[in-house]
């Protein structure tokens, strides 16, 4: 069985940071494997953040975050980290990590292209 559990969410203050870390179990890590961040705040559509190709480590992030959030895979290779540095208020959302497979899933971080996702961990960044 596949679990994905995130952690590290928060407050911080506008121009603060988090890190938040992503722990997988059960997933199995093969050359095609693809994690990604997703967050959704209130009222709004889930987006795809961040996303990390594991084979050749390439990362890709949303316009909005790019600069200022870093995607890492953790040491151990169970998981991922996102370093989200400068925050701003409306990064304000419930960030969820996601596992798939296939360097498009990276690509394009659109939901239907993954297939196991955590509970979910909710980021407060105030003014």
């Known amino acids: 069985q596949v679990q994905l559990a995130e952690s590290g969410g928060g407050s911080a203050q506008a121009g603060g940071s988090l890190r938040l870390f992503c722990e997988t179990s059960?997933?199995?890590?093969?050359?095609?494997?693809?994690l990604a961040w997703f967050r959704q705040a209130p009222g709004k559509e889930r987006e795809g953040v961040a996303s990390?190709?594991?084979?050749?480590?390439?990362?890709e992030y949303a316009d909005s975050v790019k600069g200022r959030f870093t995607v890492s895979r953790d040491n151990a290779e169970n998981g991922m980290y996102l370093q989200m540095n400068s925050l701003k208020p409306e990064d304000t959302a419930t960030y969820y990590c996601?596992?798939?497979?296939?360097?498009?899933?990276?690509?394009?971080?659109?939901?239907?292209?993954?297939?196991?996702w955590g509970q979910g961990t909710q980021v407060s960044v105030s003014s």
């Open positions: 996601a596992a798939g497979y296939g360097l498009y899933a990276c690509v394009r971080r659109t939901l239907s292209d993954f297939d196991y």
């Open positions: 059960g997933y199995s890590y093969s050359s095609a494997s693809c």
């Open positions: 990390i190709y594991i084979s050749r480590g390439t990362t």
